[in-house]
Nanobody, 120 residues
Framework: QVRLVESGGGLVQAGGSLRLSCAAS????????MGWYRQAPGKQRDLVAT???????NYADSVKGRFTISRDNAKKTVYLQMNSLKPEDTAVYYC??????????????WGQGTLVTVSS
């Protein structure tokens, strides 16, 4: 069974930094694009950043210049470095991989989420 496991969330003061990690495990041949999404209380889940297997990145306007997504294909891990955090960044952050090649074919997988709380 393919899983994505996030880590690195927590409580931080405004202006601070956090680094999220998401590691894929299971019988995986390859992973396509990976990304981070977030969902604040009472709101829909929104895209934060994505990165292709070749390293092309895409960011939501609200995080451009503050967040950096990266990945280590050998470790099957994607990272999100979050700097200059704001209270409005408070949310549950979810890792996503939209095209994981497995014995059963291609699957999309979500992580369980990690809570980021930014205090003012």
């Amino acid at each position: 069974q393919v899983r994505l496991v996030e880590s690195g969330g927590g409580l931080v003061q405004a202006g601070g930094s956090l680094r999220l990690s998401c590691a894929a495990s299971g019988s995986i041949f390859s992973i396509g694009a990976m990304g981070w999404y977030r969902q604040a209380p009472g709101k829909q889940r929104d895209l934060v950043a994505t990165i292709t297997s070749g390293g092309t990145t895409n960011y939501a306007d609200s995080v451009k210049g503050r967040f950096t997504i990266s990945r280590d294909n050998a470790k099957k891990t994607v990272y999100l470095q979050m700097n200059s955090l704001k209270p409005e960044d408070t949310a549950v952050y979810y890792c996503n991989a939209d095209s994981i090649a497995t014995f059963e074919g291609y699957v999309e997988v979500w992580g369980q989420g990690t809570l980021v709380t930014v205090s003012s």
